[in-house]
């Protein structure tokens, strides 16, 4: 048998092993709380110092982020939607920058064009309906703006192109290699794609497309389309015969269409070899007035001749019989010199004009040509 005290070792050795089980382990946690592990995957963390500033100086802040000035984005939102005939909420500016242009016209101005050297601050501005984007130049303000591209042929998608080629030779009747795009830009039609008699009701729906001029040899054609060029229209109105072929105008930022007042319909002549300009209204209450744009303060109108009512409603009938909406937008002053004049037409509530030379005034399509024989019959004085 074992004696008591044999029996009392034999308990305490578990009991001290234990003890110094735990003492280890106190030792070990107290190592590791006093210095941090450090692996190859995980290197020691430098100390940052605070950068020392002089006294009674702040930190230099960051540079505010460049924005886009509200009165710039509304205004292209605003052109764009009236241009193309979108609603303005299903557009968007996607992207922009600060930009230098060369001159008064952006960078965008036409070899006959007049534009300022002064070199001008603005902006780019990307467009976008979800589907398509436009780019426009600006001023610093806004006021000034035009869209890139606006009679660009190379803008329309080749596989389009072929397409719209592919119709015009069958309605032309000219092989495709005799034929020539001319001029492209984006529209938005409505159901009959901006192509209808009279008597036909188009759905009035949005279709965003394309409106392009094909030449071929004496004549051309201007064809509307959707914009997949699933849907082809020939627009037999604006198109014509012989070697005057139109390009289209850049929207005027200042024809929003909003501020028609009392006048029906106006033009701009400028030209010839005094260096004439000046403005001609015919007004709801029949006087047609003329306005003298050479002087540096605004003139006063002068009446030049006052229609009878039916006279005026005479007129309207003409305008409305001859489409003259189809040919907004349309340039036909092809030429220039000393001694022609160059004359804008515009009506009531249009955000574009039609323009052309006297000189080649008998080359332009038939209807066109009705138009402007009915207002050379009002503005001539008797």
């Known amino acids: 048998m074992k004696s008591t005290s044999q029996k009392m070792a ?6 001290v092993a234990t003890i110094a089980l735990l003492s280890l382990l106190t030792i070990g946690m107290q190592s590791l709380s006093a210095k941090p592990i450090q692996t190859e995957a995980s290197p020691p963390v430098p100390t940052l110092k605070p950068v020392p500033t002089q006294k009674g100086t702040a930190p230099p802040r ?3 982020a460049v924005r886009l000035p509200g009165s710039v984005k509304t205004a292209v939102l605003r052109a764009h939607a009236r241009d193309f005939q979108m609603s303005i909420k299903t557009l968007r500016v996607v992207s922009f920058s600060q930009e230098t242009w060369p001159d008064s016209c952006l960078g965008l101005g036409r070899p006959e064009a007049t534009c300022g050297l002064a070199l001008v601050s ?18 610093r303000t806004g006021r000034n703006l035009q869209m890139e591209n606006t009679n660009n042929a190379s803008s329309l998608p080749r596989a389009i192109e072929q397409k719209v080629l592919a119709i015009a030779a069958k309605d032309m009747g000219v092989p495709v290699n005799q034929l020539k795009l001319a001029a492209a830009r984006a529209r938005g039609w409505d159901g009959c794609l901006g192509v209808a008699d009279p008597t036909t009701g188009c759905t009035m729906i949005l279709i965003p497309g394309w409106q392009v001029i094909v030449t071929a040899p004496q004549q051309y054609g201007v064809y509307h389309l959707n914009q997949t060029a699933t849907l082809i229209k020939q627009n037999p109105t604006t198109s014509g015969k012989g070697t005057l072929v139109p390009t289209f105008l850049q929207p005027d930022p200042s024809m929003d269409g909003s501020n028609t007042g009392d006048i029906i319909f106006q033009s701009m002549t400028s030209g ?33 001749r006052q229609l009878t009512s039916q006279e005026v409603q005479a007129f309207v009938a003409t305008l409305q019989q001859n489409e003259f909406s189809d040919f907004l937008g349309f340039n036909y002053a092809s030429i220039e010199g000393a001694d022609y004049f160059t004359i804008a037409l515009t009506a009531s509530g249009a955000t574009q004009s039609t323009q052309y030379v006297d000189m080649v005034q008998d080359q332009t399509p038939p209807k066109l040509q009705q138009i402007i024989q009915a207002w050379n019959r009002i503005t001539n004085p008797r």
């Not at 034999?10 to 009991?15: A, T």
């Open 10 to 15: 034999q308990w305490l050795k578990p009991g």
């Open 122 to 139: 603005g902006w780019r501005v990307e467009v976008s309906n979800g589907a398509k984007r436009w780019f426009y130049r600006t001023d």
């Open 62 to 64: 960051p540079a505010p």
């Open 272 to 304: 010839g070899i005094a260096g004439l300009a000046y403005k001609t209204l015919l007004m709801k209450d029949g006087k047609v007035m003329r306005i003298d744009l050479r002087q540096q303060t605004p003139a006063a109108s002068t009446l030049i």
